[in-house]
């Protein structure tokens, strides 16, 4: 294989010391050499290369919102949902992860940080007062950030150039006009990198100082993504797609023959990944302080179930836990946080309450989540799927009290659902915990905490909140009273759920594939799979689990609950060929001008979305970069 040992891009008007490197170099007229001087100077160079990582919790600069997950008021532009909208465009890309762009804050070009990763690797080991092991273990970080960045390109763009090495100043046009390689040489090089960086990583960063810095741990986690990626449908054989898509040099760009040994791959990777970081003492998070004030007595009621939703409830937001293999330690912190965008403590509340009600989980994520029985909803016979619209009045006798108001009426779809779904969704007449308190939700026009104000456009569009994103203890009377944690990138329960899927697809249904989801399962409390699918009093199509088409798509369903609304679905939905199911019919909700019950209760579209095939799968390139480069080829579609 042949891979461009160039950067993307290259400085010709100006030398490398008057750009903008945020803080390397003081004054930006110090010579590069200066950088690598001091271990203190090269280390701001290796602080630079971790702060291109995407600002997840940044709510106009985050890609988490390109699902149909969420909703917001029209006037909010945000540029996750304006994507899925159809809003976006090539002379001016929304969220461009290739030259740049602006949400709430700056978002610096992939390229820009593969380029900085190289300059740490071209220079730290002219550093004097580093021992070698320091230069060995920091240009092993820059090497595993470099892949990873080409792997989020990848991701983005389908197949890009491979930058390994960056183009010198006294390189000639033909040099610097480079081709995009083909997904399986990206692949090939993300993964071979990580390899290479590997031997050189500490086992697991544990001092406090350094949390969010690259460790073996991390790196085996993530290439256990990255090979699911490669295995996986939309880049995996798919000739439906991208059969003749060429680069300009005449290379295809899409292998068009499947091949089973990918899933084996991914399937070892995961499990590999798994071994290291049990070995490294990261496990499934379990909630182990005083439950609030608030939940005392139903938590002697029902201890098991509290204990469970509390798992859930705090596995994203309990800072640097123990399922935690690798978070983003640079949590946004200004009023456009995604955590500031949920959910009030009053309709008459203002922005000075550190808080809008300007994301709403769509009502096909309300359906998502399964019985308390560990089944859909549409599979459980125990449950009313076909009279879940009508109405059920909260007793004390339910186990659901936790989250329905006792005495109080919602609907029958609010009833009787795993800890997941009370954990992570906000619905009328249930509870929300949230600035430090107990919230009794009210989702109907005119009330309060929850319901839409007059014609305010701060409000939840569906007639649901969002839980997970929040901290319960942050309270919304400024933002610097907001607990902030490290966005999760990856944990835990993803590679579990990423072996299910790759040793399902390569063997088939086995007891280790169960065993997998069932340790996912087995945090909230949720009964095995090969039990309750095998269970002809409770599962509608009985034995499911045991082919692997059933357990594909439980699979599938369950790795959508467990990372729900963390930046999984959208690209799960894609890289499984699925977008034209999904993403391109209307977002649902409850009618929130309305006060009325029945009028409330009425399903109605509350957004379109609009999903091209197969265009809509990877982003388009800006026009001006082909301008600059005629040897790249634009996006099949753009």
Not at 298 to 325: C, H
């Amino acid at each position: 294989m042949k891979i461009l040992k160039y950067s993307l891009f290259i400085l010709l008007l100006s030398s490398w010391a008057c750009t903008d490197y945020l803080d390397i170099v003081p004054e930006k007229t110090q010579e590069l050499d200066l950088v690598f001087e001091r271990k203190t100077e090269a280390y701001k160079a290796l602080a630079t290369c971790y702060t291109y990582l995407p600002n997840n919790d940044d709510l106009y600069g985050t890609s988490v919102l390109m699902s149909d997950e969420f909703t917001s008021p029209t006037r909010q532009a945000v540029n996750g949902i304006e994507i899925m909208q159809g809003k976006q465009s090539t002379n001016d890309p929304i969220l461009n992860y290739w030259t740049g762009f602006t949400g709430g804050s700056w978002q610096g070009s992939f390229w820009n940080a593969i380029r900085d990763c190289n300059i740490l690797i071209e220079n730290i080991h002219s550093v004097p007062d580093m021992t070698i092991e320091e230069q060995d273990t920091w240009e092993a970080e820059a090497e595993f950030l470099k892949a990873y960045y080409h792997f989020l390109l990848l991701r983005t763009y389908g197949p890009v150039p491979i930058m390994d090495k960056n183009i010198p100043i006294s390189a000639s046009l033909d040099e610097i006009r480079v081709y995009r390689n083909s997904t399986d040489e990206c692949f090939e090089y993300i993964t071979n990198t990580m390899d290479e960086a590997i031997k050189d990583l500490p086992k697991r960063v544990t001092n406090t100082l350094y949390l969010g810095r690259i460790d073996r741990t991390i790196a085996y986690a993530i290439k256990s993504r990255v090979l699911l990626y490669a295995a996986s449908p939309l880049f995996n054989g798919n000739a439906e797609y991208y059969a003749g898509f060429k680069g300009k040099d005449g290379k295809e760009l899409f292998n068009t023959t499947y091949d089973a040994n990918k899933w084996k791959l991914a399937m070892e990777a995961a499990d590999t990944a798994l071994q290291v970081a049990l070995a490294n003492s990261v496990e499934m998070y379990k909630y182990s302080d005083t439950y609030g004030k608030y939940d005392d007595t139903y938590a002697q009621y029902d201890s098991a179930n509290a204990g469970y939703f509390y798992n859930y409830r705090y596995v994203m937001v309990d800072k640097w836990n123990n399922e935690l293999i690798w978070g983003n330690s640079q949590p946004e912190t200004s009023w456009w946080q995604i955590q500031a965008s949920t959910m009030i403590k009053s309709t008459s509340a203002s922005s000075n309450e550190a808080a809008w009600q300007w994301l709403s989980p769509t009502y096909r994520m309300a359906e998502l989540y399964y019985t308390k029985n560990g089944l859909p909803i549409d599979e459980d016979l125990t449950f009313d799927y076909a009279n879940r619209y009508d109405y059920r009045k909260g007793m004390s006798s339910d186990l659901s009290l936790f989250e329905v108001q006792a005495g109080q009426e919602t609907v029958k779809l609010h009833f009787d659902r795993e800890a997941r779904f009370y954990a992570t969704i906000a619905f009328d007449r249930g509870y929300n915990r949230a600035h430090g308190i107990k919230q009794s939700i009210k989702m109907r026009y005119e009330e309060e905490p929850g319901g839409r104000s007059g014609s305010s456009n701060d409000y939840l569009t569906t007639g649901y909140a969002l839980k997970k994103f929040v901290h319960p203890d942050s309270q919304g009377d400024t933002y610097s009273n907001l607990i902030n944690y490290p966005w999760p990138i990856i944990r835990l329960a993803e590679l579990y759920l990423n072996y299910a899927e790759a040793a399902n697809e390569f063997g088939g249904a086995t007891q280790d594939v169960y065993d997998a989801i069932n340790t996912v399962r087995a945090r909230v409390g949720l009964p095995k799979v090969e039990e309750v699918w095998a269970d002809a009093a409770l599962a509608k199509t009985v034995n499911k689990h045991t082919s692997k088409d059933g357990l594909r798509e439980i699979i599938q369903q369950e790795r959508m609950i467990e990372l729900a609304f963390e930046g999984h679905r959208y690209h799960d939905i894609r890289r499984w060929k699925m977008g034209e199911n999904y993403l391109n019919t209307p977002i649902q909700g409850w009618n929130v001008d309305e006060s009325d019950r029945d009028k409330f209760y009425t399903l109605s579209d509350v957004q379109q979305r609009v999903f091209v095939s197969p265009r809509d799968y990877f982003q388009p390139i800006k026009l001006e970069e082909l301008v600059r480069n005629p040897n790249l080829v634009q996006n099949l579609g753009w």
